[in-house]
């Protein structure tokens, strides 16, 4: 059983690190003329592996179209595209989520094990909005640094939607707490 855990925990951690260095992969290996077509392998067995650990169909389906595209045509522009096609895939995760029960809603409710109250319901609702906009918005940025300079594509899809993705967490969280502590006073 603790061979099972640490193999699981070990799978989470190298696909995270996967994630957040596969813009700097992709910079090393294009500036080391490493095979367009080998750097799609590489990620086709990433996404197969990820996806058999976490089973999210819709990211699956994303990067393995990605990942074909980048074999079967052998262009750097569809090893940029990913981190784009990514984007937009969380933001649709979060913007569908909004017809039935809102992404951050079932995350609250699950960390609550209770029904939640109509006000938490309503705010959660408006942080799934504000989530599903700023990847819409973070999705466009990406598409405009596939464009550019890889070194501004490295710098945004690497560094820079990283930051403003920590931002974006620390700004919900310190005004969610603000909130809570306003309605109890």
């Known amino acids: 059983m603790q061979l099972k855990k640490l193999l699981t925990v070990t799978t989470k951690i190298f696909l995270g690190c996967f994630i957040v260095a596969y813009p700097f992969i992709v910079f090393y290996a294009l500036k080391q003329n490493i095979a367009v077509k080998f750097i799609g392998l590489i990620l086709l067995t990433v996404i197969i592996f990820s996806y058999l650990r ?5 990211l699956f389906m994303t990067g393995l179209l990605v ?3 980048v074999i079967l045509f052998n262009q750097e522009i569809f090893l940029k595209i990913y981190p784009v096609l990514m984007n937009a895939s969380v933001c649709s995760v979060f913007a569908l989520s909004l017809k ?3 992404l951050i809603t079932q995350f609250a409710q699950k ?16 942080a ?3 989530w599903a906009i700023f990847m819409f918005l973070n999705t466009l940025v990406s598409l405009t640094t596939v464009f550019m300079s890889d070194e ?3 710098l945004y899809n690497g560094f820079i939607s990283y930051v403003l993705i920590g931002i974006m967490m620390s700004a919900e969280y310190i005004f969610r707490k603000v909130k809570q502590q306003c309605s109890h006073q």
Not at 111 to 125: A, G, S
Request: hydrophobic content about 35%; overall charge positive.
């Open 54 to 58: 976490n089973r999210n169909k819709c």
């Open 67 to 69: 990942a074909f595209m």
């Open 152 to 154: 501004i594509w490295v």
């Open 111 to 126: 960390m609550q094990k209770k029904p939640l109250n109509e006000e938490t319901v309503v705010y959660t609702r408006s």
């Open 100 to 102: 039935k029960t809102p």
């Open 128 to 130: 799934t909005v504000a």
